[in-house]
């Protein structure tokens, strides 16, 4: 019997030919920085809020879409540590998305921030509240053209690609037309790969990716619902949030 190839691998490309497939350092630190100066509570600016999370922590586009204010919850006995609750996702209804709970246990989840990302979520969330907008049961991404509809995951694919595409213009230099990779793509290899680098075991790291485990007393999960099992991530985290 042929064996399966385990979920966390990326696949192989078939061509020799390929430079990279993810952001090098400098691009990572240049992406992070233009997301950072590009947050604002109107317009695009929670769209570059999203796609700094997708680049720190691999949430689904569609998870991203769903996050609520409330997603995001202090610790109890670890208080300098957040984490992002992931409970729902975004799903197409005709032309229109709504945020339905994910059924799927093993990606129901809760995952910390780094501090540099805890910092910079606490910063536009304190500019929302000064706006008089804030509800905690409001969406945490909003869609840029109608405040009022949640965010469009394909919309916030499509504009990573278009605000992004110098840097994923410098990746597919000299790599064959069939094997270039549009800026979300190289977005999402860049951010497994800095989950790969950071530290962390092969249980941990599915549990962040929102994968099912593959020990058998990780079944549920129910050691990463421990704060300080959660906290010990958070250490891995930073170690890697040097590109801040």
């Known amino acids: 019997t042929k064996a399966r190839r385990d979920p966390m691998t990326p ?14 350092k ?45 997603s995001v919850q202090k ?10 609750n992931v409970t729902k996702q975004a799903v197409k209804h005709g032309e229109r998305h709504s945020h339905e709970n994910i059924a799927n246990p093993a990606k129901i989840r809760g995952i910390p921030l780094s501090s540099p990302l805890e910092g910079v979520l606490n910063k536009y969330i304190k500019a929302v509240k000064a706006t008089g907008k804030y509800h905690e049961d409001n969406p945490l991404i909003r869609n840029p053209k109608n405040m009022s509809r949640v965010a469009n995951p394909s ?8 605000t992004f595409r110098d840097l994923a213009d410098q990746c597919n230099q000299g790599v064959p037309i069939k ?9 999402t290899n ?10 962390l075991d092969d249980e941990e790291l599915r549990y962040v990716l929102g994968l099912k485990p593959q020990e058998t007393y990780a079944k549920f999960y129910c050691d990463f619902g421990n704060e300080a099992e959660r906290n010990k991530i958070k250490a891995f985290l930073d170690k ?5």
Do not use: P
């Open 26 to 70: 400098e691009q990572s630190r240049i992406f992070a920085t233009r997301c950072i100066e590009g947050i604002s509570v109107s317009g695009y600016g929670s769209y570059y809020l999203a796609a700094l999370i997708h680049f720190e922590n691999r949430l689904t586009f569609e998870e991203i879409c769903a996050l609520r204010y409330e």
């Open 179 to 187: 094997d270039k990779m549009t800026a979300s793509e190289l977005l």
């Open 155 to 162: 919309d916030l694919k499509k504009w990573i690609n278009k």
């Open 190 to 199: 860049t951010a497994k790969q800095h989950l790969y680098d950071s530290g």
């Open 240 to 244: 890697n949030a040097n590109i801040y």
């Open 75 to 84: 610790l109890v006995h670890y208080r300098k540590c957040y984490v992002l």
């Open 11 to 24: 696949k192989k490309s078939k061509s020799k030919n390929i430079v990279r497939t993810c952001f090098s």
